[in-house]
């Protein structure tokens, strides 16, 4: 059965730290992996990884995709409280329209 | 539209009543999915248009949960005999074509069955 796990379900730091979130996979047929921040309701598209190895950037936002040991990690620097928010990995698989998503990751960024 | 909108944005019912929720997706996007998320889980696939037609809705709970899409643009989820467990944020999003892993969410319908 296809599933992604992503850890910690939860995370507490200051403003200023450093956070590296994660995200673990078993699928078949893989073809992509996304991140999401949900903030209220509706998840916002952060990143798009496909190929292993490359980063993907954005401001304090960067993401990378680790084929062969399945995983792929969302590091966000010099984090702010505006960046409180549930972080979504999900994978795309050629099969299936589906999206197969974690739990996510609740972050709060205390003042 | 600007963005995926979704209506209305907070349903409270009494179990055994019908609930219809709407989507109207990000004009020019053909496809169109329907999630539903719990509290403390990632959503759940409920169901996938192309256009008109729902290409997989292998996520549908049971057949109490139906949706349309019958222009190819605007859905409605609908929901009959609701129970409590249906309880949950219904998520519309919408993207340019299939297997376009950038979703469009809207804001997402709560709907609560007392």
């Known amino acids: 059965e296809d599933k992604v796990v992503q850890s910690p379900l939860s995370l507490v730091v200051h403003e200023g730290d450093t956070v590296t979130l994660n995200c673990s996979y078993e699928?078949?047929?893989?073809?992509?992996l996304l991140w999401y921040k949900q903030e209220k309701k509706a998840p916002t598209f952060l990143f798009m990884l496909?190929?292993s190895g490359i980063e993907k950037k954005s401001g304090r936002l960067s993401s990378i995709l680790d084929k062969k040991e399945l995983f792929s990690i969302l590091n966000i620097t010099a984090t702010q409280t505006g960046d409180s928010a549930i972080y979504l990995c999900?994978?795309?698989?050629?099969?299936?329209?589906?999206?197969?998503w974690g739990a996510g990751t609740k972050l709060i960024i205390k003042p | 539209g600007a963005g995926v909108s979704q209506t209305p944005s907070n349903k409270v019912t009494e179990k055994g009543k019908y609930v219809e929720l709407r989507c109207d997706p990000i004009?020019?996007?053909?496809?169109l999915y329907w999630y539903r998320q719990s509290l403390g889980q990632g959503p759940e696939f409920l169901i996938y248009?192309?256009?008109?037609?729902?290409?997989?809705d292998s996520g549908l709970p049971n057949d109490r949960f139906f949706a349309v899409r019958p222009e190819g643009s605007v859905s409605t989820l609908k929901i009959q005999r609701t129970e409590r467990g249906d309880s949950a944020v219904y998520l519309c999003?919408?993207?340019?074509?299939?297997?376009?892993?950038?979703?469009?969410f809207g804001e997402g319908s709560r709907l609560t069955v007392l």
């Open positions: 999900a994978v795309e698989v050629d099969s299936n329209y589906q999206l197969i």
């Open positions: 699928v078949t047929n893989f073809r992509s």
């Open positions: 248009f192309q256009g008109t037609g729902a290409a997989d």
């Open positions: 999003a919408s993207s340019r074509g299939p297997l376009d892993g950038e979703l469009f």
């Open positions: 004009s020019g996007h053909t496809a």
């Open positions: 496909t190929s």
